[in-house]
């Protein structure tokens, strides 16, 4: 593992096209980002972040992710989770469910569509569904787990991230990660922070949010109920 050589990797379930590595936090000092045009520019414009501190429940039912502020849908992404189901064991390229929280944030300087290699920018740019290219592209947020049946998460290397394959998404497509389009992981990108809640279930986005009202309801008198437990509380 220690020979320059390239190989394909899958790690935490991300199919990435790299030299062996460690889950480490490297990234890329920051580049700058390269001028866009036409919709690309449109795309990475930012958006205002939330007033209030959000929350993100990727729902696998519905291969949605929702940002959540004060305990309502603030608004909501077409995504991919693993098409090899869920669970959080190493080579299993599996989406791990429970609760889990942002653990840092890479590439906030990289171009829209902008290629990841190791964690790192790689200086290629690549169009919206590039034909038999599938690499991490434009942000990564690199997610921990929380619970006791995600606690392999971050060194699975489990991210939300950008892909150029935007016509796999709304369907599972991934190899464990949540993919996102460009435009829409260049968004939530600015509007999280290390520490950020993230919640993985395999329900309806409608039900995740109550069953989260629910438990912070329950967690202030200190009465949690069992099912909702694994999936809400830090």
């Not at 995600?150 to 369907?171: M, S, V, W």
Request: aromatic share 8%; proline share 7%; with cysteine.
């Amino acid at each position: 593992m220690g020979k320059h050589f390239f190989l394909t990797l899958l790690l935490g379930g991300c199919v990435v096209i790299s030299r062996a590595q460690s889950p480490s936090l490297n990234s890329s000092p920051s580049p700058t980002a390269t001028p866009q045009t036409g919709a690309a520019a449109v795309a990475a414009t930012p958006t205002p972040a939330p007033v209030l501190e959000p929350s993100l429940i990727v729902s696998i039912s519905e291969q949605k992710l929702a940002v959540v502020v004060n305990d309502k849908v603030y608004k909501s992404y077409k995504i991919s989770t693993s098409r090899y189901g869920e669970g959080d064991a190493f080579g299993s390229w599996c989406t791990p469910i429970g609760h889990l929280a942002v653990a840092t944030k890479i590439g906030g300087s990289v171009p829209f569509g902008g290629v990841f290699e190791r964690r790192r920018y790689t200086g290629e740019i690549l169009s919206v569904n590039a034909p038999g290219r599938d690499p991490i592209v434009s942000r990564i947020i690199w997610l921990r787990g929380l619970d006791y049946t995600n606690k392999n998460a971050f060194h699975r290397c489990i991210y939300i991230h950008g892909t150029p394959q935007e016509d796999a998404l709304g369907k599972k497509a991934s190899y464990g990660c949540i993919r996102m389009r460009s435009s829409d992981i260049i968004e939530l990108f600015n509007w999280v922070t290390p520490g950020t809640e993230v919640a993985i279930a395999d329900k309806p986005i409608g039900r995740a949010v109550k069953d989260l009202v629910e438990n912070r309801r329950l967690v202030a008198t200190n009465t949690i109920r069992p099912e909702i437990k694994s999936v809400f509380v830090r």
